[in-house]
């Protein structure tokens, strides 16, 4: 027997090395095609314009040994070894990083907090917190929490790397695809008119690229992971050809000797050219934010045994090559390609192709995935967002979004026309999203880990330090290209913080111009107020009180559905919320006036369900409240100013102990017996719909329990409506001259052309009732 139970453990654990192994291939194809591009464009970018080459070959070991420690510190060192430990739930990304701290510290943006929303599983606070209110990170927490300033500035940090990314979205492509078609030039008769044949090229492979977007990854992706091998396997054997071919000692650029060197006899010209040698690291800020769809093991096992050699001995190779062929850059000769042996360039050119269309569909996913976070979080107004797989997480894809990349992609690659000035605009959004990263990472860790603020500054000087150096020499190139990416992060930072001033102004209202529960309930037959058939679903922002759109509709139509359910759809700080937690549920006001509220949490990461599925969890979940609410009261939450009870319910399929629904839309259909509790509406001569409520024989639910679901099933088969606010604001007279130009023309243009906010749940039209009203902010 132990022997056997020895041989299982063996076995689990092989499975588990199996499935990290299997992530790990998956993860070259997704995570690295960006950062196994970059030997196309890095030597050229470098010599292109501030050093050359001379018969020394200071310059060209000068410029190895910087590419060797770059890539050493940044993504060995800071993503692999600390950054990846930043996870939020097994999520990665800027936003990671703020949830993270809105989460141990009460700065988050979202107007709708919950204290109830921290008792979700996923949502982990305080976790090794140390109870001393003397120690740094404690009176972190609190000065953070009283300065509005800080939050806004913690705010502003995760908006720009946001756009950055954005930006880096746009350039990416425009860089990998150009500098991989300019193997064209190696080939051309007359290599005078290449550029004439490199720009058509490119622009015809970007425009395929993004019209292609709508089918989702998850039809070629297999491809993905064996391009990559293949071509990190091609560079590595090209550049251990050349090392062993032209000059078998580069290795000895490898000492960080030849890097002050280099700055010694360079001077300023060497500074400045740091912003080609940045150029290695693009896409190692992928390897964080992809985090979610894999794992830190798979992530750290692909870097360290694969890229990271592949890509030194791609150096290496060009480095040992230029040594022995001292050529001008202006001549455009020091690129990748020439390096490559004559023989083989066309294949080689092929394979770039395919590894620069990879490593392009990866930032543009990203791209898409940090749109759809920012747009969860209150952040970018709301746009469609299409899964393109119902089996792979997080395969999303934004037609709106993906033809301005397409247009501003495509308009930067011909207004360049060369891989210089692109390589100074994408390295300025990639430093500028690392940096970003470090100052967060510094906060996470005083606040969220515990660690003491020394390591914390040391993290911040060291990795800040070296990034600084490369900002600013990319920022020194403002006018050659790096102007390109501030332009886009400023449009599009604007764009975000009007929204979400927008936002909190229009919940702010809202919450001040409430109307109390006791309104409500006093609304009766002596005022003439009718109760008809059906379900209404009144869709509000607020987690308490009576909405003012509601009372602006009773006002003028004075009359309301037999059952009503004040919705609010909120995101909260986590990537994911469970499905035993997703529903949120409360009566509002006594039993028999069947009013209810139902908050419906989601992660910034979460799918939102169709209509009809929606539906049917949304009146499955408060039928389990009415079974379930009283006998469940360790369950009880106080949500809201007024002390409603709320219980946490799960959705149907959750558990096989909880309420089902049937539904038959056939005319004279017969129902069938079961050995379960059957709640079933009365005989109706030739219904539209029947329903019918599935419920678990134990525990057997009392008399008011099974009348308040029998009105409910009633009410279901008459239907559902969403009434849903249409309202416009303007900023008050006496309002300053920026807040009625951000609220007057910012917002509300954004405002009248995104989608509306339940256009997640794909509310049908035929059952939306819209209510018009004006704010005034």
Sequence with gaps: MDLETGSNKNHVKRESWRTVLTLAYQSLGIVYGDLSTSPLYVFNSTFAEDINHSETNEEIYGVLSFVFWTLTLVPLVKYVFIVLKADDNGEGGTFALYSLLCRHARVS????????????????????ANPDPDRIGSRLKSTLEKHRVLQRILLILALIGACMVIGDG?????????SAVSGVEQLAMHKEHHKYVEVPVACIILIGLFALQHYGTHRVGFLFAPVVIIWLLTISAIGLYNVLHWNPHVYRALSPYYMYNFLKKTQKRGWLSLGGILLCITGSEAMFADLGHFSQLSIKIAFTTFVYPSLILAYMGQAAYLSQHHMTAHDNDVGFYVSVPEKIRLPVLVIAILAAVVGSQAIITGTFS??????????????????????????IYIPEINWILM?????????FRDTRRLGNASGLAVITVMLVTTCLMSVVMVLCWHQSIFYAICFLFFFGTIEALYFT?????????????????????????????????????????KVSVDWLLSLGPSLGIVRVRGIGLIHTELVSGIPAIF?????NLPAFHQVLVFLCVKSVPVPHVEQEERFLLGHVGPREYRIY????????RDVHKDDMEFENDLICSIAEFIRTGKSDTNRDIHSGNNNEKMMVVGTPSTSAQSINMWEDKSEDSEMAGTSEQ?????????????????????????????DELQELMEARESGVAYILGHSYMKAKPASGFMKKLAINYGYEFLRRNSRASTNALNVPHASTLEVGMGYYV
């Design 370 to 395: 940090i749109i759809n976070q920012c747009s969860s979080l209150g952040c970018f107004p709301r746009v469609k967002v299409v899964h393109t797989s119902t089996s792979i997480h997080g395969q």
């Design 407 to 415: 247009i501003l992609c495509l308009a930067v690659t011909v207004g």
């Design 551 to 555: 009372s602006h509709f009773v006002t």
């Design 170 to 178: 746009i350039l990416t492509p425009a860089i990998s695809v150009f």
């Design 597 to 604: 509220r139902c908050i419906v949490r989601y992660g910034y």
């Design 473 to 513: 020499a990319s920022l020194v190139k403002f006018l050659e290209g790096a102007w390109v990416p501030i332009a886009l992060a400023l449009i599009f930072m604007i764009v975000m913080y009007v929204w979400h001033f927008g936002t909190i102004q229009k919940f702010e209202f809202d919450l001040q111009n």
């Design 109 to 128: 943006s979202l107007p709708n907090n919950q204290l109830a929303d921290e008792e979700l599983s996923s949502y982990k606070t305080e976790v090794g």
């Design 678 to 706: 059957d709640i079933q509406s009365p005989e109706v001569k030739k219904p539209k719909k029947r329903v019918r409520f599935v419920v678990p024989e134990s525990p057997k639910i009392d008399r008011v329990a099974q």
